[in-house]
């Protein structure tokens, strides 16, 4: 059974840092495709950043390039997302996902298979 669980959200003042942390186990595959999403109320679920665990290509949406850094630990099977000089807009609940693909669909949730629970993320001005 694949299982993906976050930690690491809280509340911020705009200008400071987060870093997420998402522990996956079960999934079958060594090489595969970890993404952040996010979703503010009243918003759609947005891709934030993407990893491919194998070459380790990152991806990310352009408000949040140059402030947050996706990587991973593959011995502690742990992706993370660190997130600098945060913003009231970057306020929402974050999940991690994955798929065995990245490439262009790495912004598309409909895509992924495996989600985490969530953590709420919110930075006040």
């Known amino acids: 059974q694949v299982q993906l669980v976050e930690s690491g959200g809280g509340s911020v003042q705009a200008g400071g840092s987060l870093r997420l942390s998402c522990t996956v186990s079960?999934?079958?595959?060594?090489?595969?495709?970890m993404g952040w999403f996010r979703q503010a109320p009243g918003r759609e679920l947005e891709g934030v950043a993407a990893?491919?665990?194998?070459?380790?290509?990152?991806y990310y949406t352009d408000s949040v390039r140059g402030r947050f850094t996706i990587s991973q630990d593959t011995a502690k099977n742990t992706l993370y997302l660190q997130m600098n000089s945060l913003k009231p807009e970057d306020t929402a609940m974050y999940y991690c996902?994955?798929?065995?693909?990245?490439?262009?669909?790495?912004?598309?949730?409909?895509?992924?298979?495996?989600w985490g629970q969530g953590t709420q993320v919110t930075v006040s001005s």
């Open positions: 990893i491919r665990t194998g070459s380790r290509a990152t």
């Open positions: 996902a994955t798929k065995t693909t990245c490439g262009l669909e790495w912004r598309n949730p409909a895509a992924f298979g495996y």
């Open positions: 079960g999934y079958a595959y060594s090489d595969y495709c």
